[in-house]
């Protein structure tokens, strides 16, 4: 069975660093891109960026260019999406999926607070 | 970008009853690379269609896509009261790929 299970939510101060991840199960993680996905309370969809892990060939949406760092470790099978300082407006749930074009699978969900 | 403009904002029906839901794009999207995603509360969203209007593994045939170029069009059959949730679309066809702002599909 396919599966990408997200690490658990998280509470920041502004300013914080943090790294969130997401471990691949069931399929080959090196041939599929992993895709990040904000979710801003009450809010819609936006699509962060996506990397292939088989080179670490990264795409990011120009609105989070530089922002955000989206990385993968091979040997377990883990994506991350990380912040070096974090703000307020980057409370929400952040997603996981495979693919790139298509989304076929999701991981949970990874809430993430920034709040003083 | 191509902006991906889904209407209504809100669908208020009721169950068995047939559900069209529409999402437009600014441009043409390139091929029909168009997604259906559905989204419960608390739950992470799900894939429903690909390619303007092949379902998804395990999605059932009540759920249907269609159109192609600007205009693209979800279709419920039946509504089942599993099915009341919020819908996204979103295209692959040019990037940066772009959700629609999403339908809430609303018991009536």
């Known amino acids: 069975e396919v599966q990408l299970v997200q690490s658990g939510a998280e509470v920041k101060k502004p300013g914080g660093s943090l790294k969130i991840s997401c471990k691949a199960s069931?399929?080959?993680?090196?041939?599929?891109?992993i895709t990040w996905v904000r979710q801003m309370p009450g809010k819609g969809l936006q699509w962060m960026g996506t990397i292939y892990p088989g080179d670490s060939d990264t795409r990011y949406s120009p609105s989070f260019q530089g922002q955000v760092t989206i990385s993968v470790d091979k040997s377990i099978s883990t994506a991350y999406l990380q912040w070096s300082s974090l703000r307020a407006s980057d409370t929400a749930i952040y997603y996981c999926?495979?693919?790139?074009?298509?989304?076929?699978?999701w991981g949970q969900g990874t809430l993430v607070t920034v709040s003083s | 970008e191509i902006v991906l403009t889904q209407s209504p904002g809100t669908l208020s029906l009721s169950p068995g009853q047939r559900a069209t839901l529409s999402c437009r794009a600014s441009q043409s999207v390139s091929s029909i690379y168009l997604a259906w995603y559905q989204q419960k509360p608390g739950q992470a969203p799900r894939l429903l269609i690909s390619d303007a209007s092949v379902r998804a593994t395990g999605i059932p045939d009540r759920f249907s896509g269609s159109g192609s170029g600007t205009d693209f069009t979800l279709t419920i059959s039946r509504l089942e009261p599993e099915d009341f949730a919020v819908y996204y679309c979103r295209q692959y066809g040019s990037s940066p790929y772009t959700f629609g702002q999403g339908t809430k599909l609303e018991i009536k």
């Open positions: 999926a495979r693919g790139t074009g298509v989304l076929d699978c």
């Open positions: 069931g399929y080959s993680f090196t041939t599929h891109w």
